[in-house]
């Protein structure tokens, strides 16, 4: 699965469980360290992808069900709330 999310001065995308992030050069982060950083954890991620974490969390939530095993009951108590 590969899912964008478009920006007006960036894109994100996710792939094979990757997050990228295209903002004037190409960042990459594993997204288990995206799921770490948004449900508070120690997370070593560029400041870039940080600022996007929630929207992915929240778009991967929202059209992709067979990734939902991925993400532990930490990341449902946050995003319910």
């Given at each position: 699965?590969?899912?964008?999310l ?5 894109l994100v ?7 990228y ?15 770490n950083?948004?449900?508070?954890r120690e ?7 940080k600022?996007v974490a929630?929207?992915v969390?929240?778009?991967?939530l929202?059209v992709d ?9 930490e990341?449902w ?5």
């Amino acid at each position: 699965m590969k899912l964008r999310l478009a920006y007006p001065q960036k894109l994100v995308v996710i792939e094979n469980k990757t997050v990228y992030l295209f903002e004037n050069k190409l960042l990459s982060a594993p997204l288990d360290e995206v799921v770490n950083y948004y449900i508070g954890r120690e997370a070593v991620l560029p400041q870039e992808i940080k600022a996007v974490a929630h929207d992915v969390i929240k778009a991967l939530l929202g059209v992709d069900e067979s990734i939902i095993p991925f993400f532990s009951a930490e990341v449902w108590r946050k995003v319910s709330t």
